[in-house]
């Protein structure tokens, strides 16, 4: 895993810091453009950096609340088959099941926080909002 350097490090944080402030003022074309700028200044190989984890979450959850489920799942994928997830990464899988459950599809969603609960052993819900668990806890009934 390589180390981004500082400076690139601080101007992709920045265009997402950005891009979610844009995003509470529901200023969604500034919003996407800022994390979509952010993810492309983050070089090749993108999955393997030492910030890979949180730029991913960080894009995947700006278009999961855009509605941009499909590129959402097409970068968390990419992620989760690149090879440089850790057996313990429960956070891509939760993060899955997070895209699945905004779209509507419910088994699916359960089916991806049941692969992040089982690694995790419930901690990747915390700190989540709660109608993750309430689903997954009522869903596993």
């Not at 990464?89 to 699916?108: A, H, N, S, V, W």
């Not at 419930?122 to 009522?138: H, L, T």
């Amino acid at each position: 895993m390589n180390n981004l350097p500082i400076n690139l490090r601080e101007k992709i944080d920045n265009l997402y810091i950005a891009a979610f402030k844009a995003l509470e003022k529901k200023d969604f074309k500034i919003a996407k453009q800022q994390a979509e700028q952010a993810w492309d200044y983050l070089p090749e190989p993108k999955f393997d950096w030492d910030v890979t984890l949180s730029f991913v979450s960080a894009t995947c959850e700006m278009y999961r609340e855009l509605s941009l489920f499909e590129s959402s799942h097409k970068i968390v994928d990419e992620l989760i088959a690149s090879g440089h997830l850790d057996e313990y990464d429960d956070g891509p899988l939760f993060l899955k099941g997070t895209i699945y459950f905004e779209q509507g599809k419910k088994d699916e969603a359960k089916q991806w926080f049941d692969k992040a609960n089982k690694i995790s052993k419930g901690r990747c819900f915390a700190g989540e909002p709660k109608k993750y668990k309430a689903f997954f806890d009522e869903y596993a009934k």
